[in-house]
């Protein structure tokens, strides 16, 4: 079966993932970290709490993981079913790529969004996560440059830090068949781009803008963020860290007993 654009978009950066992580997680650098941008006015204090140690305070409150093999088999396969995954072999080895179905939804009803995506290579590999900026519009962008403001933060990404060139196609939107441009662009997560994606699903109002920067003529497009994007990024990251966490076998036992769509080379 052929992969949806979004989809196929994302799995050009898989081989590229390769490379630069050799199998290391996500907290690896990939060459240069997003800016940072605080838009807050009031100073931080020691009891102000970053978004990590709320992801981490959830996980203890809802994602206890029972001392029972078969309990943490059973949550780890129904996160992971919570994503579609896709399955290819390429030239030294096979990889699952899981993408929220809320993206893909995104995509096919027009709707700019953030893309979150994990990859599963084995049991014994740890996974990777990326993160992914997907334009939708009337005609080319050229994109050069994502902003994402949160409630108290901007996150800044440019060119520079995406793993591959920007990826352009074009889409067919339904229900009406308005054709529209697609700028697609990946970059490795660092811890800091999960902490930034935990602190995009706390915040209440999240904008997006899409930009060409590197220019004397700037152009850019401003939107709000989908709210499936909040669910999209939930989903990833329950998948990433669970696996993240698990033994081999459960890994394995999990992996065994998952849908996955096998795609065309």
């Known amino acids: 079966m052929k992969k949806c654009k979004l989809a196929a978009m994302a799995w050009l950066s898989v081989c590229i993932v390769l490379f630069t ?3 290391n997680s996500a907290g690896v650098s990939a060459g240069s970290t997003s800016e940072v941008k605080s838009t807050a006015v009031s100073e931080s204090t020691a009891e ?3 978004p990590y140690e709320i992801l981490r305070e959830k996980e203890d409150e809802t994602k206890q993981i029972a001392a029972d093999e078969e309990q943490q088999v059973k949550e780890l396969q129904d996160a992971l079913n919570a ?5 290819e072999e390429f030239d030294g080895g096979d990889a699952l790529m899981g993408v929220s179905p809320n993206c893909e939804n995104n995509e096919k009803q027009g709707k700019s969004c953030i893309v979150p995506v994990v990859y599963v290579f084995g049991p014994s590999v740890d996974p990777i996560a990326c993160i992914g900026f997907d334009y939708i519009g009337d005609t080319y962008l050229d994109m050069d440059t994502v902003e994402i403001d949160t409630d108290n933060y901007r996150y800044t990404y440019g060119n520079t830090t995406f793993i ?6 074009k889409l067919t939107i339904s229900p009406n068949g308005d054709e529209k441009t697609e700028e697609a ?6 811890e800091d ?4 994606l935990v602190d995009i699903v706390e915040s209440d109002e999240v904008g997006l803008t899409f930009a060409k920067y590197n220019t004397a003529k700037p152009v850019f497009v401003e939107c709000e963020m989908p709210e499936e994007d909040r669910q999209a990024i939930t989903d990833v990251l329950n998948a990433y860290y669970l696996y993240l966490n698990a033994s081999e076998k459960v890994r394995a036992k999990a992996l065994a007993d998952i849908s996955y769509t096998e ?3």
């Not at 994503?83 to 399955?87: A, E, L, S, T």
């Not at 662009?185 to 660092?190: I, K, N, P, Q």
């Not at 781009?193 to 930034?196: I, K, S």
């Open 83 to 87: 994503v579609n995954f896709y399955y």
């Open 48 to 50: 102000e709490k970053q």
């Open 164 to 169: 591959t060139d920007v990826q352009k196609d």
């Open 263 to 265: 795609v065309e080379s």
């Open 185 to 190: 662009a990946f970059r490795l997560a660092t």
């Open 193 to 196: 781009d999960l902490d930034a």
């Open 21 to 23: 992580s050799c199998g």
